[in-house]
């Protein structure tokens, strides 16, 4: 029988962003936490015996290849992986598994018929994203007029903006936030955040709006909407006032 059957890794290409070419990132998924993924047509990679072919059962069921369990009494058949030359092969589901918990088994056939040894894994899916929003708001603004004026921000060429999330937040889900278009950064809910917020310098500039947004995030790369927040920056008192004249119209006849 075949041996050596390995499941290398389970790879996910959704939310990851782009490469240079613009192609979709793939990330390997953490096997040894849970196996946790937005992605619900992984793709499977691993190693046998060359020449071999590999059966995959999803849920303890053998599937096609769309990722659906073949049913024997209808005559079906489970898709077979034709392993190549260098021991390696690679699965993915043609449509989508269901939300949730997921055992993968893969088991390599040779040519006589033989199989070897159930290779397993895990993996939990969830697509669902966050439901809730963050709100942004800037610390300076004292009147409330949406405008920074020089007395509010000071002489360190910058605000403050509090970024904060409602009670229904999750603790483990993350603020990923971005301060006037620059790169997105990340902040992971914790009680303390959920409580009061985090506050996040924003430089400024005369002239020209401040920008803050924020979006939740899961565990699982799920992103919720985003919210955005922006304020003018005015720090330049107005020139060329002047008094032109006093005139008097009391006593100068008609």
């Known amino acids: 029988a075949p041996t050596g059957t390995t499941i290398d890794s389970i790879t996910d290409n ?7 070419e613009g192609n979709p990132k793939v990330e390997e998924i953490d096997l040894n936490n849970g196996g946790l993924t937005n992605d619900n047509t992984p793709t499977i990679n691993g190693s046998a015996e060359p020449g071999s072919k590999v059966i995959v059962s999803i849920d303890g069921k053998p599937v096609n290849e769309n990722g659906k369990p073949v049913d024997a009494s209808k005559g079906e058949k489970p898709y077979e992986v034709e392993v190549g030359q260098d021991g390696k092969w690679t699965f993915t589901p043609k449509e989508p598994l269901p939300d949730g918990k997921h055992e ?3 088991v390599a056939k040779d040519e006589a018929g033989n199989e070897g040894d159930p290779v397993k894994s895990n993996i939990e899916i969830d697509t669902s994203a966050p439901t809730y929003k963050p709100e942004i708001s800037f610390v300076d603004d004292n009147d409330g007029n949406g405008k920074l004026n020089k007395a509010e921000i000071g002489n360190d060429g910058k605000t403050e903006a509090k970024i904060t999330v409602p009670s229904n937040a999750e ?5 990923v936030y971005t301060i006037n278009g620059g790169e997105e950064k990340t902040e992971k809910i914790t009680q303390e955040i959920k409580d009061n917020g985090f506050k996040v310098d924003v430089p400024v500039t005369d002239g020209q709006k401040a920008t803050v947004t924020a979006k939740i995030v899961d565990p699982a790369g799920n992103a919720g909407d985003k919210s955005e927040a922006s304020i ?6 107005p020139t060329g006032t002047t008094i032109d004249s006093i005139t008097d119209n009391v006593g100068n006849g008609v």
């Open 14 to 20: 959704v939310g990851n962003g782009v490469d240079s």
């Open 104 to 106: 993968i088994s893969v």
């Open 171 to 175: 603790i483990g889900d993350s603020i």
């Open 232 to 237: 003018d920056v005015d720090t330049s008192a």
